[in-house]
Antibody, heavy 121, light 106 residues
Framework: EVQLVESGGGLIQPGGSLRLSCVVSGFTVSSTYMSWVRQAPGKGLEWVSVLYDGGSTYYADSAKGRFTISRDNSRNTVYLQMNSLRAEDTAVYFC???????????????WGQGTLVTVSS | DIQMTQSPSSLSASVGDRVTITCRASQSISSYLNWYQQKPGKAPKLLISGASSLQSGVPSGFSGSGSGTDFTLTISSLQPEDFATYYCQQSYSTPWTFGQGTKVEI
């Protein structure tokens, strides 16, 4: 059974840092694409970052230079390191597996339950 | 960046109704269009990928169509469990972007 479990969210002051974790079971993170997607309270979905199996990474402009996606193959875990946090980063952060076949390329086929990050003084 | 625009933003419908949601891309995205359903407090669920490919386990009452810039999600006969918010998402090029959502209410 596929499971993605996020953790690491919480209340953080503006300018602070936080590292989110996504522990995966049911597939191997090193052989697939993984993403982070966020949702501000009462708002829509926003893609944040993707990590390809080969190690390439891409970011939304809102995350570029401040967020870093990475993985630990031995722990089958994906991370999102978030620095210089701003109030507008307040959101539920979901990790998701990204489809890599022609019929599901770039879709998010499995999701975690999300972890809430609140940036406030 | 590719902008995705959904319409309507919300709609009221009854059980048994046929519902159509449209999604328009600001440039051609071929068939790299995905649809999600999200219920309050839950993660989104992938319904359709590649504009028209129904995901395993998704009821056959859901269907998707379109290519290029114009796409539709159709629910042939609305069921009580279908009341939710629906999002389209383009996966043609990064940054991958979502529509603003369509809330389907009673």
């Amino acid at each position: 059974e596929v499971q993605l479990v996020e953790s690491g969210g919480g209340l953080i002051q503006p300018g602070g840092s936080l590292r989110l974790s996504c522990v995966v079971s049911g597939f191997t993170v090193s052989s697939t694409y993984m993403s982070w997607v966020r949702q501000a309270p009462g708002k829509g979905l926003e893609w944040v970052s993707v990590l390809y199996d080969g190690g390439s990474t891409y970011y939304a402009d809102s995350a570029k230079g401040r967020f870093t996606i990475s993985r630990d193959n031995s722990r089958n875990t994906v991370y999102l390191q978030m620095n210089s946090l701003r109030a507008e980063d307040t959101a539920v952060y979901f990790c998701a597996r990204v489809g890599a076949q022609s019929r599901n390329w770039g879709s998010f086929d499995f999701w975690g339950q999300g972890t809430l990050v609140t940036v406030s003084s | 960046d590719i902008q995705m625009t959904q319409s309507p933003s919300s709609l009221s419908a009854s059980v048994g109704d046929r519902v159509t949601i449209t999604c328009r891309a600001s440039q051609s995205i071929s068939s790299y269009l995905n649809w999600y359903q999200q219920k309050p407090g839950k993660a989104p669920k992938l319904l359709i990928s590649g504009a028209s490919s129904l995901q395993s386990g998704v009821p056959s009452g859901f269907s998707g169509s379109g290519s290029g810039t114009d796409f539709t999600l159709t629910i042939s006969s609305l069921q009580p469990e279908d009341f939710a918010t629906y999002y389209c998402q383009q996966s043609y090029s990064t940054p991958w972007t979502f529509g603003q959502g369509t809330k389907v209410e009673i």
